[in-house]
Nanobody, 122 residues
Framework: VQLQASGGGLVQAGGSLRLSCAAS????????MAWYRQAPGKQRELVAR???????KYDDSVKGRFTISRDNAENTVYLLMNSLKAEDTSVYFC?????????????????WGQGTLVTVSS
């Protein structure tokens, strides 16, 4: 299973970006999909998560500004980021909990995308 993230870039404070992350490979189903971020010298932190039913969870720092969504048919998760601030500057990683089927065996693993850099200039 591979996760391919895209959509990062340089934006001015107050601007918007939309990140995308598409999962491919041996996918039977995907439970939660999420976006994390990691700034230099800091630990990776959860930004937003969405389960297969569409229930969402956000870090307090992004509530009201970021929106996570997913397209289950395309195995893709999105993160719309509005009103961006300098402190949102980070590498953003997508994550997915994937169930795969090999023969008659199911396995569940957590996969990460390669990261996409978001830089917000003040």
């Amino acid at each position: 299973v591979q996760l391919q993230a895209s959509g990062g870039g340089l934006v001015q404070a107050g601007g918007s970006l939309r990140l995308s992350c598409a999962a491919s490979g041996n996918i039977f189903s995907i439970a939660a999909m999420a976006w994390y971020r990691q700034a230099p010298g800091k630990q990776r932190e959860l930004v937003a998560r969405i389960n297969s039913g569409g229930t969402t969870k956000y870090d307090d720092s992004v509530k009201g500004r970021f929106t996570i969504s997913r397209d289950n048919a395309e195995n893709t998760v999105y993160l719309l980021m509005n009103s961006l601030k300098a402190e949102d500057t980070s590498v953003y990683f997508c994550n997915a909990d994937v169930t795969s089927l090999s023969g008659s065996m199911y396995s569940v693993n957590s996969y990460w995308g390669q990261g996409t850099l978001v830089t917000v200039s003040s």
